[in-house]
């Protein structure tokens, strides 16, 4: 028997597990949201087996405070929420021998709502914690989503979300610094992105898009050391001394961000054995001279 299933959130992962979960097979998937009307809300409760919380992770005491006063249940029932910092326990007043708690999180990014299946489950790993009954069925309905499930310890969740949030939020604010770069070159009155590039009729990341994906693609083939490329990885210090006055005159901010990331990437430079210990200090004092810090 197929397990019927509510999604209360339908938002940018709720409408996208929708989908999904009905792609798959499951056919009795009721949806609601934190404001639907107690009688809507309580039927879709009270039918399913599974519940996956899919709201923003500031709603899931109040969601589960109102599923509280639904208790007891009159069937065994497996409740989810889907937050990437959170573990099962916020969920503790929910459990007892009938109901089981877990957290599901997908690893990957829904920046819209879905309006049909668009494969984004597949392929993906799906972090599953929380009593043994809801990691089975977690494991069991990650599967039929063609996702790839992994259990993890609760002490271990909020870690996996900061590297999370790094490889996706952060690599946008990565790229933004494209965009800021651009924004002081640009000579007023004129298109600075025909000014910055030469080009009549191109996009900015027309250009940036194929060395963002080869840099990606190495990272997953050759890992973090045998991907790095570029001036430090060189110790290449007359061209790094050239960017910092480029980027002094142009904006400190953007000079600090760089000097940053350049001391970070030091690191792994030393760590590849790329660069000596004595081009490391070369290479710090030059962001040193250039900090204002």
Known sequence: MTDKITIIGIGKLGSHLYFALRKSGYKAIYRVNKNSAEKYFYDAILKSDVIFICTKDSDISNITLRLESFKPFSNSKIIFHTSGAMSSDVLAPLKDKNTFAGSFHPVQSFNSKATKDNGKFRGIYIAVE????????????????????????????????????????????????????????????????????????????????????????????????????????????????????????????????????????????????????????????????????
């Open 130 to 293: 929380g009593d043994n009954k809801a990691v089975s069925k977690g494991i069991a309905i990650a599967g039929k989503l063609g996702s790839i499930p992994f259990v993890i310890r609760k002490e271990d969740k909020v870690l996996h979300h900061i590297n999370c949030v790094i490889v996706s939020n952060y690599l946008v604010t990565l790229t933004g610094k494209i965009s800021d770069i651009l924004d002081k070159t640009a000579i007023p009155g004129r298109n600075k992105r025909i000014f910055f590039n030469g080009f009549k009729k191109v996009k900015l990341f027309d250009i940036y898009e194929p060395l963002i994906r080869t840099t990606i693609d190495n990272i997953v083939k050759t890992g973090t050391y045998g991907s790095l490329t570029g001036p430090v990885e060189r110790n290449d210090i007359k061209t790094i001394e050239l960017h910092l006055k480029n980027l002094k005159r142009l904006d400190t901010g953007l000079m600090e961000f760089y000097i940053y990331m350049g001391k970070e990437t030091i690191k792994i430079a030393l760590e590849k054995k790329s660069i000596t210990k004595k081009d490391a200090k070369k290479l710090t004092d030059l962001f040193y001279k250039y900090s204002n810090k």
